[in-house]
C-alpha cells in the first residue's frame, strides 16, 4: 500500500521538475545571481551567465545594492540609478562620441534553443539613469537593439558589430526613467544567445545635456522572453499595397507604467519611426476612451498618457487597449496592442 503514494509523489514530483526548469526564460534576465558583489566598474564577470563580446577588452559594469565601491547602487560613476527590479542592473558604452568611436555588446542566454518557426515576445527595460554634471555620458543615440545569435559574437577592440537585428529603437533615446520595450519576432533559427547594443547604421545622436556629452552610456535590466501569438510591434492591417514591415522596422510600444509621480516611468508614451506622425488612444477593456493624443515623432518627448481619465481623474490599476494609427512618407499603418497600468 505503500508503493501507490509513493508513485504518485514521484510522478508529481517529475512534472513540477518539467514545469520550473523546462520553461524558457533568459538566464539571469534579472541579473540577481552573481559570483561575487562588484566594488568597482568593469566587473561583469561577477555576474551569473552574462558576457561582453569577445573583443580585446571589454568593461562592461555590474552594480548591485549590496555592492560596494564603484560598484553600488544607486549612486553609480556615471550616474544614479535605482534597479529597476530586484538589486541588480548593467551598464555598457554603446557608442563614444570621437574619432575612433568605442562599442560595448552585452550577450546573454536563453534556457533553452528557440523553435524555429515559434513567435515569441521578448522585453527589457532600459534608462539612461541620472546623469552627474561632471561625466561625460548623457548623449543619447539611435539604433540600440537586439540580434539573435549562437553566442558571443567576435569584436575587433571595439568597433561597432554587423549584426542583424530583430528589435531595434528608432529613437535617439536619453531618458532619467526606466523605459519597458517589448517586441515580437519570429525565430528562424534555434537561436541560444542574443546580444544587446548599437546595431545598424550610423546612429542618430541627441545632446540634450549639452555638447560635452559624448559618451552614450546606458543601463539594462529584466530581460524577460515567452512564446506569443501576438503581434506588438508589427502592423495589424497595412494600407500601404506592400509588404508588413518587419517588427523592428516599426514601432515600440512600453507593455506597462506606473503613473505615481516618482519621476520613474510616470507616462506611458510610444517610440515612433523617424518622420512619423500619430494619432493614439487608450480604452478600458470594454472599449472606453480614457486617453488621445497626437504627435510627431521629432515632438513626442514629454508626452503621453500620464494615467487620468478623460475626466481628469486617476484611472484605476489594470489592463487597457491602445490603438496607434501611424502615417509616414510611406503610407499608413494601424496597429493594436495591450499595456498594464501599475500603481
Not at 562592461?60 to 542592473?89: C, E, F, I, M, R
Request: net charge negative.
Amino acid at each position: 500500500m505503500s508503493l501507490k503514494p509513493y508513485v504518485a509523489l514521484t510522478l508529481w514530483a517529475g512534472c513540477l521538475s518539467l514545469t520550473m526548469f523546462g520553461q524558457l526564460r533568459v538566464v539571469n534576465g534579472g541579473f540577481e545571481s552573481h559570483l561575487a558583489l562588484p566594488n568597482a566598474s568593469g566587473q561583469l564577470h561577477f555576474c551569473a551567465d552574462w558576457s561582453g563580446s569577445l573583443g580585446t577588452s571589454q568593461t562592461l559594469d555590474y552594480y548591485h545594492n549590496n555592492g560596494s565601491g564603484a560598484g553600488d547602487l544607486p549612486q553609480t560613476p556615471l550616474a544614479k540609478v535605482p534597479a529597476h527590479g530586484g538589486d541588480a542592473v548593467v551598464g555598457l558604452m554603446a557608442y563614444s562620441d570621437e574619432a575612433s568611436a568605442r562599442h560595448e555588446y552585452l550577450t546573454g542566454k536563453f534556457s533553452q534553443p528557440l523553435e524555429p518557426g515559434q513567435r515569441y515576445s521578448m522585453s527589457f527595460s532600459l534608462t539612461s539613469g541620472r546623469v552627474h554634471d561632471w561625466v561625460d555620458a548623457g548623449m543619447g543615440v539611435s539604433g540600440l537593439g537586439v540580434a539573435m545569435g549562437f553566442g558571443a559574437p567576435l569584436q575587433e577592440g571595439h568597433e561597432k558589430l554587423d549584426l542583424h537585428a530583430q528589435f531595434k529603437i528608432h529613437e535617439a533615446l536619453v531618458d532619467p526613467d526606466w523605459r519597458n520595450f517589448t517586441f515580437v519576432f519570429q525565430a528562424d533559427q534555434a537561436y541560444t544567445h542574443f546580444t544587446f547594443g548599437l546595431l545598424g547604421t550610423m546612429p542618430r545622436i541627441r545632446k540634450d545635456e549639452g555638447e560635452g556629452r559624448t559618451l552614450a552610456y546606458y543601463f539594462v535590466d529584466d530581460f524577460f522572453i515567452e512564446p506569443t501569438e501576438m503581434q506588438i510591434s508589427s502592423s495589424h492591417s497595412p494600407i500601404r499595397g506592400s509588404s508588413t514591415p518587419e517588427p523592428e522596422e516599426a514601432l515600440f510600444v512600453p507593455n506597462a507604467f506606473t503613473p505615481d509621480s516618482d519621476d520613474l516611468n510616470d507616462r506611458w508614451m510610444p517610440s515612433l519611426p523617424e518622420q512619423t506622425h500619430a494619432w493614439v488612444s487608450v480604452t478600458t477593456r470594454w472599449g472606453n476612451v480614457v486617453w488621445k493624443g497626437e504627435y510627431d515623432s521629432e515632438e513626442a518627448q514629454g508626452q503621453g498618457w500620464d494615467g487620468q481619465g478623460m475626466d481628469g481623474k486617476p484611472c484605476p490599476a489594470g489592463a487597457y487597449g491602445w490603438s496607434i494609427r501611424m502615417e509616414d512618407p510611406d503610407g499608413v499603418t494601424q496597429h493594436k496592442g495591450l499595456l498594464q497600468l501599475i500603481r
